[in-house]
């Protein structure tokens, strides 16, 4: 049932679906931040599920099973914290496109709102002085590559260093 919502959602293109849901219920933060949290849900519900029944098929698992731990104890305590590297992994690889989303809303308007301040909102207003003030939008725009870029390097350091099967 959770696994048939998962192949729902990542059937649809998020970014409609965001743009949809936005433009239905009015422009406010708090819409606009669990739609921003809720970006990618089924990457991690699938990923997580695949990880936990591999480590649940584990030889030290099934026997701290028959030892007669309870499946919570089991999970807690065994299964979470070995997937909980790659958990770790896909969140900092999967923040770039979390960034980008944000900003992209925000410069289409269906984002965060004066007077509060968005990376998407500045690029948004310097269009309109490119010719004058280049600056006001190449300097989000730059912020923006270079924080998407850092975060993505940081995944990619992260992935080398929590995965045992990248060991030197």
Same mark, same amino acid.
């Given at each position: 049932?959770? &696994?048939? &919502? ?5 059937s649809?293109?998020f &970014?409609?679906?965001a743009?949809?849901?936005l433009a239905? =219920?009015?422009?406010?933060l708090?819409? =606009?931040?669990?739609v ?9 519900? !699938?990923?997580?599920r /695949?990880?936990?029944?591999?480590v649940?098929e !584990?030889?030290y698992?099934q026997a701290?099973?028959? =030892?007669?731990?309870?499946e919570?104890r089991l ?13 770790i992994? *896909? =969140?900092t690889?999967?923040?770039? *496109? ?9 410069f289409l308007?269906? /984002?965060? *709102?004066p ?5 998407? *909102? &500045?690029?948004?207003d ?8 280049w ?13 998407t870029?850092?975060?993505s ?6 992935r080398? !260093? ?7």
């Amino acid at each position: 049932t959770i &696994m048939m &919502m998962v192949d729902v959602q990542a059937s649809l293109p998020f &970014m409609i679906l965001a743009l949809a849901v936005l433009a239905f =219920f009015g422009n406010n933060l708090t819409l =606009f931040v669990l739609v921003i949290g809720i970006n990618g849900w089924e990457v991690y519900a !699938r990923l997580a599920r /695949g990880a936990a029944l591999s480590v649940r098929e !584990r030889g030290y698992a099934q026997a701290i099973h028959a =030892f007669g731990a309870s499946e919570w104890r089991l999970y807690l305590r065994h299964v979470l914290p070995n997937i909980a590297a790659v958990l770790i992994v *896909q =969140f900092t690889l999967n923040f770039p *496109q979390t960034i980008l989303l944000e900003t992209s809303l925000s410069f289409l308007g269906l /984002g965060v *709102q004066p007077p509060l301040t968005s990376l998407g *909102q &500045m690029l948004g207003d310097g269009r309109n002085y490119l010719l004058t003030a280049w600056w006001m939008a190449v300097l989000p725009g730059a912020v923006t590559f270079i924080a998407t870029l850092s975060v993505s390097l940081i995944g990619d350091w992260l992935r080398d !260093r929590l995965d045992p099967t990248l060991a030197d």
